[in-house]
């Protein structure tokens, strides 16, 4: 059995990433559409060896289509997303939109696909931000064995998470440092990104948190356990694709660093890399292109009670966006088949 699928926001990265993961990972596809704004309509995109021309999205037609995968933002959502819905096209979204609504899941398939069963209130399935995405696969197999009891994070994230605006910034900053006459002022970003750090992703909150921050805290309460404490810091950095983390856990119950290697060396959607000598450990080069998630430098924190520390690597375009909207189409298409 097939699906008819659709992918919104197709000639975006996170789009054509969707398209080319449902391909990879043999998705059973019926038939596929890939949908853009007016202004892309016919722009050729890649479905494995097919090539397909996009449609509108505004005068799209939404009956008979099974599931529909957004990247469009979130003011298009809010369009687009309950004329997919009340069509009876269940739609997976990778905007911020629905993600803290209660009626609709929001889905990391390693860690709470049980949950997926709640989209039928509004066939509506939200995908996690793509910082939050990649830490809480490392988070929930520890949490099921100690039990988390605060996480301080410190992120480093890519261009690509600004899209594709963010790494042609980066791009035609990093050339112009060696073109003193070819200066490019920050348009995308608060400030230059190239050879520079940037303590800023979102806006700012009342109590000097950005979005992006309150995104983690929040979201992580959702997928795992809303008693767990988070705390972040948010930072762009001058990598074209790949989000880092440095991630400070506080547990209940003590967790040596051998047994917490173990658990993640087992744990779904983990490539565990820490070897104590030089280069012993993943970067964002390594992860380009790859499904895992990625966990080095682990190792105890002896500064408070049952603390460790780790290292986070993943491919935001990937598991941050559009793999995790592929594994939730995937969880929910057995769903389908089970109730059939």
Not at 11 to 34: C, H, K, Q, W, Y
Not at 210 to 238: F, H, L, N, Q, Y
Not at 271 to 287: F, L, M, N, W
Request: glycine content about 8%; aromatic content about 6%; overall charge negative.
């Amino acid at each position: 059995m097939g699906y008819r699928v659709v992918v919104a926001g197709a000639t975006g990265n996170v789009g054509r990433e969707m398209l080319n993961i449902l391909s990879e990972r043999g998705f059973p596809v019926d038939e596929i559409a890939a949908l853009a704004s007016r202004r892309s309509l016919g722009t050729e995109v890649s479905f494995g060896e097919t090539t397909l021309k996009t449609r509108d999205i505004e005068g799209f037609d939404w009956s008979g289509w099974d599931i529909a995968l957004f990247a469009i933002g979130s003011e298009a959502t809010k369009v687009h997303a309950p004329k997919a819905a009340k069509a009876g096209c269940v739609v997976i979204d990778n905007s911020s939109l629905y993600r803290m609504d209660p009626d609709v899941p929001l889905i990391v398939p390693e860690v709470n696909a049980a949950a997926i069963d709640g989209y039928a209130r509004k066939n509506i399935i939200a995908n996690p931000n793509c910082s939050t995405a990649q830490m809480v696969v490392a988070l929930k197999p520890l949490h099921d064995r100690a039990r988390i009891r605060r996480v301080v994070v410190s992120t480093y994230q890519s261009a690509s998470g600004a899209g594709k605006a963010g790494m042609d910034e980066l791009w035609e900053q990093t050339k112009s440092v060696y073109n003193p006459t070819a200066e490019v002022p920050p348009e995308t970003f608060q400030k230059q990104i190239a050879f520079n750090v940037i303590p800023q992703i979102d806006a700012f909150m009342e109590d000097g948190s950005t979005k992006e921050e309150w995104k983690m805290v929040a979201e992580t309460k959702k997928i795992v356990d809303p008693s767990i404490k988070v705390t972040a810091t948010c930072v762009r950095v001058p990598v074209f694709v790949g989000h880092s983390e440095a991630v400070n856990i506080e547990f209940e119950e003590f967790l040596d660093e051998d047994e917490a290697r173990d658990i993640l060396r087992e744990a779904p959607g983990i490539v565990v890399v820490d070897k104590r000598e030089p280069g012993g450990y993943a970067t964002p080069v390594e992860c380009v292109g790859d499904f895992a998630t990625f966990i080095s430098r682990i190792r105890q924190d002896p500064t408070v009670e049952n603390g460790l520390n780790l290292w986070c690597v993943s491919d935001n375009l990937r598991k941050g966006a559009a793999l995790n909207a592929v594994q939730i189409a995937e969880v929910l298409g057995n769903r389908m088949l089970q109730r059939a």
